[in-house]
């Protein structure tokens, strides 16, 4: 599976923005899609995770300020980031399949940057 991750950018503390990742294939409705991000000097970590049945699940640090869904028509999943911090500061890639499990190409991801 091949995975485009867009939106990225500069921010700042208190503002939103909504990436958007691409994905390749025709199986994508039957993959759970998560969102992860790695800051400097840090491991990638799981964001928001969302089941091919819909069910999600997040990271305690965003839970209650972002919002994983999906759109199988289009074969992409969106994450809307409200309320940001300066600790969201990160590159943020999505994958298919469950944590551990992933089963595309990390690729770029796309970089976040919230500004106090």
């Known amino acids: 599976v091949q995975l485009q991750a867009s939106g990225g950018g500069l921010v700042q503390a208190g503002g939103s923005l909504r990436l958007s990742c691409a994905a390749s294939?025709?199986?994508?409705?039957?993959?759970?899609m998560g969102w992860y991000r790695q800051a400097p000097g840090k491991q990638r970590g799981l964001v928001a995770l969302m089941t091919r049945a819909g069910s999600t699940t997040y990271a305690d640090s965003v839970e209650g300020r972002f919002t994983i869904s999906r759109d199988n028509a289009k074969n992409t999943v969106y994450l809307q980031m409200n309320s940001l911090k300066p600790e969201d500061t990160a590159v943020y890639y999505c994958n298919a399949g469950l944590p551990g499990q992933v089963i595309g190409d990390w690729g770029q991801g796309t970089q976040v940057t919230v500004s106090s």
């Open positions: 294939g025709s199986r994508f409705s039957l993959y759970a």
